[in-house]
T-cell receptor, first 112, second 113 residues
Framework: GENVEQHPSTLSVQEGDSAVIKCTYS??????FPWYKQELGKRPQLIID?????GEKKDQRIAVTLNKTAKHFSLHITETQPEDSAVYFC???????????FGDGTTLTVKP | GAGVSQSPSNKVTEKGKDVELRCDPI?????LYWYRQSLGQGLEFLIY????????KSGLPSDRFSAERTGGSVSTLTIQRTQQEDSAVYLC???????????FGNGTRLTVT
């Protein structure tokens, strides 16, 4: 089955700096890669996603890049703010298998 | 509109008792998922339902766990003879299609004493 590895497990940055979280996946058939943000005590919520037919997607301060050859994808957050502090999860899934396999999460702390 | 609703929000039970957790997905969403999240850990897949297809039960950790989805809508996750290691937050999610964003509920925090 699919295996998703996520790094780093914790990340601390100064407000205004950029943050990058990386994930690798094992199954080349995976073609959908969402990122979820989970604030303390709350539900995970989608922040951005990418499908395998594109290499990059951007939404304001957040971007995701995908390298299908290397089977890895990354989340980039620019101009970080304290409210970006949360746990971020990457996931991978494929058309014929509905379940999403999640990475173990990255705890991002943005210091004011 | 209404999101995914889960009940109860918290459940404390004694070891050996059975528990039922309920999930009400977003109306019209054909796919429904159960995940488990232990304290400070990631999201562990348990089971998913898609339309009238047979559910994917590959993530259920033991035969004490079962789930059903009635009428293509509400789902119930049942844990029999609960153990302390079952303590976790059980998250339900739904999506309009396979391979599309998951909409999570607030979860049920299960504590087995």
């Amino acid at each position: 089955g699919e295996n998703v590895e996520q790094h780093p497990s914790t990340l601390s940055v100064q407000e205004g700096d950029s943050a990058v979280i990386k994930c690798t996946y094992s199954d080349s058939a995976s073609n959908y890669f969402p990122w979820y943000k989970q604030e303390l005590g709350k539900r995970p919520q989608l922040i951005i996603d990418i499908r395998s037919n594109v290499g990059e997607k951007k939404d304001q301060r957040i971007a995701v890049t995908l390298n299908k050859t290397a089977k890895h994808f990354s989340l980039h957050i620019t101009e970080t703010q304290p409210e970006d502090s949360a746990v971020y999860f990457c996931a991978a899934s494929m058309t014929n298998a509905g379940k999403s396999t999640f990475g173990d999460g990255t705890t991002l702390t943005v210091k004011p | 509109g209404a999101g995914v609703s889960q009940s109860p929000s918290n459940k404390v039970t004694e070891k050996g008792k059975d528990v039922e957790l309920r999930c009400d997905p977003i109306s019209g969403h054909t796919a429904l998922y159960w995940y488990r999240q232990s304290l400070g850990q990631g999201l562990e897949f348990l089971i998913y339902f898609q339309g009238n297809s047979a559910p994917d039960k590959s993530g259920l950790p033991s035969d004490r766990f079962s789930a059903e989805r009635t009428g293509g809508s509400v789902s119930t996750l049942t844990i029999q003879r609960t153990q302390q290691e079952d303590s976790a937050v059980y998250l339900c999610a739904s999506s309009p299609l396979l391979n599309s964003p998951l909409h999570f509920g607030n979860g049920t925090r299960l504590t087995v004493t």
